[in-house]
């Protein structure tokens, strides 16, 4: 069974400079969605938003199963119906036949930024070999970002620390709420003019 709830609001820090922001964190998994098996990527994600996010976020967690039909409508009522800016997901990114994460996140994309997943690569190879065999993607769907993470709670941490750093800005392009973020933790990237910190 699943530690997280479906709704988690996370106040942030009283000198934020930021706005609400709607994060959805969707862990793809056969034995999770089943019971079977505790979800450790969701958690993962969830504690490394509240290490990083300075401003207050309303975290929407949802479990499905590697189902390319079930991924894909989990993710247009995060994006269309729930109104997450950003959408992470974890597991279902590798090379086996019932890995379809991949798939299912370009088919509700209406953009794709290839750099989400050549960053993703590059960070893990300098741990296992083996990423090579992921197939992570990211992308636009309306004014949402979709990425995709590992499954593995030490593989989610080393690559979400080093993606989230273009997140905020992305967001910004779309014309999403404006994210703060605890430097220490995670320094985002802003141009100077896109900063409401001075």
């Known amino acids: 069974m699943s530690c997280l709830n479906t709704l988690t ?16 964190i ?36 949802s479990c499905t199963a590697d189902d390319i039909v079930q991924i894909k409508s989990e993710l247009i009522r995060l994006s ?9 997901t974890t597991g ?3 090379p086996a ?12 994309c209406e953009r794709i930024l290839d750099g989400f997943g050549e960053q993703m690569r590059a960070v893990s190879l300098q741990y296992v070999p083996t990423a090579i065999l992921s197939r992570q993607v990211g992308g636009t769907r309306g004014s949402c970002l ?4 590992p499954g593995r ?4 941490r080393e690559t979400i620390d080093e993606i989230w750093q273009a997140v905020p800005y992305c967001v910004d392009l779309l014309g999403g709420p404006y994210i703060d973020m605890n430097d220490s933790v995670c320094n985002a990237f802003r141009p100077k003019n896109a900063s409401r910190r001075k």
């Open 153 to 156: 709670p030490k593989a989610i």
């Open 26 to 61: 969707l862990t793809v998994s056969d034995r999770a969605s089943r019971g079977e098996y505790e979800d450790e990527g969701g958690p993962a994600i969830l504690e490394f938003l509240k290490e990083a996010i300075a401003s207050p976020v309303n975290v929407h967690y």
């Open 92 to 94: 279902g990114t590798g």
């Open 80 to 88: 269309d119906e729930i109104g997450c800016s950003v959408i992470v």
């Open 97 to 108: 036949a019932r890995d379809v994460t991949p798939e299912a996140t370009i088919a509700v």
């Open 146 to 149: 979709i990425f995709n993470l």
């Open 9 to 24: 609001s996370l106040d942030g820090n009283a000198d934020n400079c930021g706005d609400l922001v709607h994060i959805g």
